[in-house]
């Protein structure tokens, strides 16, 4: 019984499928980051040096939200004081992130 042959279009999806399963795919790898937000200065946080700005400031949010034992979150002002942060940074890149938070809270 002789084989009939395969045209060449099969060949090459026979030869497609065959590379496809012998390539190694990659792995999803998650770093986990730990930051010192005590050390972050201005510039790190307003060019996103060390992570997305907004998470900082959430993050930041918490923090002195925590020290005042205050649960609520006034969303529109959390992104006016973000904003506020940021234009601050800018202008003053080598102030700590820490202290340029607490200059902004005494205005």
């Known amino acids: 019984m002789h084989k009939r042959p395969k045209s060449f279009a099969t060949c090459v999806r026979t030869l497609a499928v065959a590379l496809a399963l012998t390539v190694p795919l990659p792995t999803a790898a998650i770093a986990q980051v730990t930051i010192d937000v005590g050390k972050i200065t201005c510039d790190q946080f307003a060019l996103f040096k060390v992570s997305d700005p907004d998470t900082i400031a959430v993050w930041?949010?918490?923090y002195y939200s925590g020290k005042e034992n205050n649960?609520?979150?006034e969303v529109e002002?959390?992104?006016a004081n973000v904003k506020k942060l940021r234009d601050y940074c800018l202008q003053n890149?080598?102030?700590n992130l820490l202290t340029a938070v607490e200059t902004l809270?005494?205005?």
């Open 105 to 107: 809270m005494g205005e």
């Open 77 to 79: 002002k959390l992104k």
């Open 93 to 95: 890149p080598d102030t």
């Open 60 to 62: 930041l949010h918490g």
């Open 71 to 73: 649960t609520l979150v």
